[in-house]
């Protein structure tokens, strides 16, 4: 009788897997040898911060209505987070991430929705000797409660020296509204590329170019004005030294076309 012996390859899961596993495992082993750490990570959550603060104004205006942002980038656009006050002007922010952030206020005077420069009251702060800023650029860190005054400022009204389409002559008059509470106004004016005047006066108006009165501080010595040229102006009042209490918008104006007759006498053209 003769026997026939079949030898069957072991195709079985189990062992395949379990062949897998101590290839894994012996892996492991090697790439770990020699570090302490067996490369076992530990993870801590990080614990977010918050915003906090209070809003005010200088003329017993009340700040109910008045809005605060929260955003990621100075244009007030991007990751926006806002809140509505009420009349005791205080807000909190809870749960944000560590990082850097941009926040301002304003209150909607006209309750239309948006903001309107000239006529809804705006958070501000100086940036520099004269230059005002609508947003506090902040640093948020880990764990932390971040706390922020923010004033907002009143509207001023400027007296316009010209409608948009009549110029006016080189030593041009400015006047503006008084502004309850203010010792002092910031008179400023500029072309795109530069500063021509910037002084703060006590009174109201102001000729271009005029010696500085005795309670007057020159920032900024004007230079002559040059003819058909566009200019901008602005007024900010300030209740004392680095407390700005009322910002104007910024107007524009244009300078008239000097001309030299044949007589040689200078003429403006209208």
Known sequence: MSYSYYYRKNNAPGARNLILILWLFAAFITINAGCPEKHVNRYSPIIPGSISGTVRTFDGQSVAGAVVFVTTDDLLKN??????????????????????????????????????????????????????????HIEVKEAQDRIIDIPLLSTLKLNFIENGTNSVDLNPKFSWAAVSGASFYRLRITSRQKSYWIIDTAATSKTYGTDPDTSDVLITRPEQLAPELEYFWSVTAFKEKQVPIAYSELARFYTRLLRTDKFGRIEIVQ
């Open 79 to 136: 990751g926006v987070t806002l809140k509505k006050l009420d009349s005791a002007g205080g807000f909190s922010f809870a749960g944000i991430d560590p990082g850097w952030y941009y926040i301002s206020a304003y209150k909607d005077m006209r309750s239309d929705g948006t903001y309107t420069i000239g006529e809804d009251y705006l958070g501000g702060k100086l940036v520099d000797q004269w230059d005002l800023d609508n947003s506090y």
